[in-house]
């Protein structure tokens, strides 16, 4: 037991002496001291060693325990060093070092075995300004050095374009090699002897530019976020997390990989629809819609495009952010991204074939259907309520039953023909427009019911109420499954079909400042309508004829003829039961327990 004691003694002496050593000697004010190396490669130099003793020091602290002290030693240190960027033409540099800094102090924050999760939100450091919870975690950092590093590569980016030609960065990179000097590098002039002549910061800059042109800084960044994210998910952060998959999956989508971005913004969006968070959503779907138009896939294009122009988004917030793909968060945005969904779809699409730039081509064989169930984000879209106005109904009874229809979109939707389907397909029916009629005839609506509407324009947030006769033959149970709303030749929307009774509101319209309106007018319909109705059985078509003699004598056996006359029905099985009355007053008996005779249908 005494030597774990001494060996976290020693290591508490060794960081309080190392954080003497780096607060003597590692200071801002050295940068200004005259010595042999150029500014901006002394100030790589003092970085450097700075950043060895900071990792020491940081080491022994987080291995003794003091995870609070390591924390706070970290802090101290970038505040140091964050503002001391450095000359213009190397800021990159500093970016790349700052990004290192947040990169190992997360690794040994997470390998360090005195590491627990159980933090309490708020620890109070020697300085006045609070630890916050964040800096206790691991996840915490690799973000960071996510963020530094994608700044590295955003100014790198512009030295290179701004260097006078291609290979101006190139030229005696290769020669240059680390000194032996922490920090310091020279241009190997003997390779045998390893002769290095001093460099200056000019040359030292063109190296550093062409050694960042080596390597991809975007599968580094994408490797941090993915550290951040998978750190974030195991600590059940789960929007943290999801702001990490973001970024990663943005980088993932400036690379080309579609199919690794695409599966991250789909797992994105699913959480910011469930937490209602309009704006990032609509960014989400951007870059969702982006990925569609880049593989190719129309169906997908054409749900994340009318998911966007359905959000609830009136003008803008009036903060300005980079939206990427999607475009700003506006009432105008959304009409744009509606006419071009329609503009794809429509009839001028299909016979130009859309012969243009992108991968979204319509033939004249092909449709796209979309299909809106209960929980898809599309009811934004377009929502469905059937309410029939009777419980149960006889066979071969009409009954009235109100179709209503509503969308978020932006602009008014003209609906070509609908569809509604039933379980029972006799009772199938189509809803023509009567200003489309001519393009919606087919062999379908020919054979089917047929009823035409004065319009059938969809106004945003405004029910399209209808209301038709409907008869069953069959009885048992008349349920209407969905509405199909046809829009032009090749584009349909499949809605299935809602009760008002049970009708769920829209999650992201219900705090928005609008009207709630009801799909049905009549008041008991809007809390008691259902999409259903029980159609009862029919009544018998038969004639029961019982013949008599005449009365009886106490205890004559008599026979009494009963005869079952169809009158439409055919009958192939039946039971009968039969009361008497007891004139003394008893009330009814019935023979039943009476014993039979030879044949079961004399009763004795």
């Given at each position: 037991?005494r030597?774990p ?23 801002p004010?050295?940068?200004?001291v ?8 002394r100030?790589v ?19 003794s ?6 924390v ?24 790349e070092?700052m ?15 005195k590491?627990t999760?159980?933090?309490p ?8 300004k ?13 973000q ?9 590569r955003?100014v ?7 260097s006078?030609?291609p290979?101006?960065v190139?030229?005696?990179?290769d020669?240059?090699?680390?000194s ?5 590098f020279?241009?190997l ?8 002549q001093?460099?200056t ?25 993915k550290?951040a994210?998978d ?15 973001f ?20 797992s994105?969006a699913?959480l ?7 704006t990032?959503l609509?960014?989400?779907?951007g ?50 991204v ?9 009839e ?6 859309n ?31 059937v ?21 978020h979109?932006p602009?008014?939707?003209?609906i ?9 397909s006799s ?8 200003q ?22 969809l ?9 038709y006769?409907i ?21 349909a ?7 008002p ?5 829209l999650?992201?319209?219900?705090l ?5 309106t009801?799909?049905?007018?009549d ?10 109705t029980?159609?009862?059985?029919p009544?018998p078509?038969v ?12 205890g ?13 029905h055919d ?8 009361n008497?009355?007891d004139?003394?007053?008893g ?18």
């Amino acid at each position: 037991m005494r030597r774990p004691i001494i060996h976290c003694e020693r290591c508490l002496q060794n960081a309080k002496f190392l954080q003497h050593a780096s607060s003597v000697f590692i200071t801002p004010q050295i940068v200004g001291v005259t010595t042999r190396l150029p500014a901006v490669q002394r100030l790589v130099e003092i970085k450097s060693v700075s950043e060895q003793l900071h990792f020491k020091i940081s080491t022994l602290l987080l291995h003794s325990g003091k995870v609070t002290e390591a924390v706070t030693w970290f802090r101290q240190h970038k505040n140091t060093y964050k503002r001391l960027v450095g000359a213009p033409e190397a800021i990159f540099v500093h970016w790349e070092w700052m990004s290192r800094q947040y990169l190992v102090f997360g690794e040994l924050l997470e390998t360090s075995s005195k590491i627990t999760q159980n933090f309490p939100p708020v620890i109070l450091g020697p300085s006045s300004k609070p630890l916050s919870e964040w800096e206790f975690y691991p996840a915490y950092y690799y973000q960071l050095a996510a963020h530094y590093l994608s700044e590295k590569r955003s100014v790198l980016e512009l030295a290179i374009s701004m260097s006078e030609t291609p290979n101006e960065v190139d030229s005696g990179a290769d020669s240059v090699v680390p000194s032996a000097y922490v920090g310091q590098f020279g241009r190997l002039l003997e390779e045998g002897d390893n002769v290095v002549q001093p460099l200056t910061d000019e040359e030292y800059t063109h190296y550093a530019v062409s050694e960042g042109k080596r390597f991809r800084d975007s599968l580094e960044i994408i490797a941090l976020l993915k550290k951040a994210y998978d750190s974030y998910s195991g600590i059940k952060v789960q929007r943290m997390s999801s702001f990490c998959g973001f970024q990663m999956a943005k980088e993932y989508f400036a690379e080309g990989d579609i199919g690794n971005a695409k599966q991250i913004f789909d797992s994105i969006a699913s959480l910011y629809r469930k937490e209602g968070w309009v704006t990032l959503l609509w960014e989400v779907l951007g870059y969702l819609r982006e990925c569609s138009r880049k593989s190719g896939t129309i169906k997908d294009f054409v749900e994340y495009s009318l998911e966007m122009a359905a959000l609830p988004i009136s003008s803008d917030t009036g903060v300005q952010r980079d939206t990427g793909p999607a475009g700003p968060a506006n009432l105008l945005q959304r009409e744009i991204v509606q006419k071009e969904v329609f503009e794809l779809v429509g009839e001028a699409s299909v016979l130009t074939k859309n012969e243009d730039s992108s991968n979204l081509k319509i033939t004249a064989d092909e449709s796209v259907q979309l299909e809106v169930d209960l929980v898809s984000p599309l009811r934004l879209v377009m929502l469905a309520s059937v309410a029939f106005h009777e419980q149960t109904i006889k066979p071969g009874a009409s009954t009235l039953i109100t179709v209503s229809l509503i969308s978020h979109l932006p602009l008014t939707v003209e609906i070509d023909q609908l569809e509604i389907q039933f379980n029972q397909s006799s009772c199938n029916f189509f809803i023509t427009n009567a200003q489309k009629h001519q393009s919606v005839e087919g062999s379908d609506t020919q054979q089917k019911r047929t009823e035409t509407a004065p319009s059938l324009l969809l106004v945003s947030n405004k029910w399209l109420r209808l209301t038709y006769n409907i008869q069953s033959d069959q009885s048992g149970k008349l349920e209407c499954l969905s509405v199909i709303a046809k829009i032009g030749s090749h584009f349909a929307i499949c809605c299935r079909a809602e009760s008002p009774a049970s009708l769920d509101s829209l999650p992201l319209w219900t705090l928005e400042d609008c009207i709630q309106t009801v799909p049905i007018k009549d008041a008991v319909l809007v809390f008691s309508g259902q999409k259903s109705t029980q159609v009862e059985e029919p009544d018998p078509e038969v004639d029961l004829v019982l013949g008599s003699s005449g009365p009886a004598l106490v205890g004559e056996v008599f026979l009494v003829p009963v005869t079952l006359v169809s009158k439409g029905h055919d009958v192939y099985s039946g039971e009968m039961k039969i009361n008497l009355v007891d004139v003394k007053g008893g009330g009814l008996f019935s023979p039943r327990d009476s014993p039979y005779s030879t044949e079961s249908h004399h009763i004795t």
